[in-house]
């Protein structure tokens, strides 16, 4: 496996179930994001961690729940979502350099495509 | 809130024509600026980063950056069918939170 992957790439849930998304990187950064793109709207940037610490929560509902086991993996744990919540769900990497961080990139996985009936 | 405005288009330009896609933001914080293509259904994929004034080139592609302005932009020359897709403009701020636009979706037409 190359870049980032995501599992699953298609999944749809109703809003009563529990589920995980996964994510892996396999570019050696240390930094991973969750983003969240709907229809007609920006890529919402919702969780950040740097070197498996959370450092970003970009006021995201409590039924999303984050895990970063360590700077290659994470998991967005989902329960009770709403159908509003259906979305594709992204999740990226890049090397945070201290010193140089005007040229940290971002590397996007496939994408989760999540629909809450 | 961070805001990073794009044309939602479609622009559409011949193939072979040069096409000019814009971005404004509303932070003069922001520290350095993205384009990326997303192809419908795909993920985004980096074209390009730029952080200073001016212009860099990479290929066919040429990122312009004005910090006085707060605009953006990205020049994609001798414009390809395969080149159709939504070009997001991002920009970071403040170590390593990024900011999007909603994206400009391009039509070139054979």
């Known amino acids: 496996e190359t870049g980032v992957t995501q599992t699953p790439r298609h999944l749809v849930m109703g809003m009563t179930n529990k589920k995980s998304l996964k994510c892996e990187q396999h570019?050696?950064?240390?930094?991973m994001y969750w983003y969240k793109q709907s229809a007609k709207k920006p890529l919402e940037l919702m969780f950040v961690?740097?070197?498996?610490?959370?450092?970003e929560n970009n006021s995201v509902p409590s039924r999303f729940s984050p895990e970063c086991p360590n700077s290659s993996h994470l998991f967005l744990h989902l329960h009770t979502l709403q159908p509003e919540d259906s979305a594709l769900y992204l999740c990226?990497?890049?090397?945070?350099?201290?010193?140089?961080?005007?040229?940290?990139?971002?590397?996007f996985g496939p994408g989760t495509r999540l629909t809450v009936l | 809130q961070k805001e990073v405005e794009q044309n939602s288009g479609p622009l559409s330009v011949p193939e072979g024509a040069i096409a000019s896609l814009n971005c404004t933001y509303s932070?003069?914080?922001?520290?350095?600026f993205f384009w990326y293509r997303q192809y419908s259904g795909k993920s985004p994929e980096l074209i390009m980063f730029?952080?200073?004034?001016g212009d860099k080139e990479d290929g066919r592609f040429t990122a312009q950056l004005n910090k006085a302005s707060q605009y953006v932009s990205l020049l994609i020359r001798d414009s390809q069918p395969s080149d159709s897709a939504t070009y997001l403009c991002a920009v970071r701020y403040n170590f390593n939170k990024f900011y999007f636009g909603s994206g400009t979706k391009l039509n070139v037409k054979p």
């Open positions: 730029i952080y200073s004034n």
């Open positions: 570019l050696g950064h240390n930094a």
């Open positions: 990226a990497s890049s090397q945070v350099v201290r010193g140089r961080a005007r040229t940290d990139t971002q590397y």
């Open positions: 961690y740097n070197f498996k610490e959370q450092t």
């Open positions: 932070d003069r914080g922001s520290q350095s």
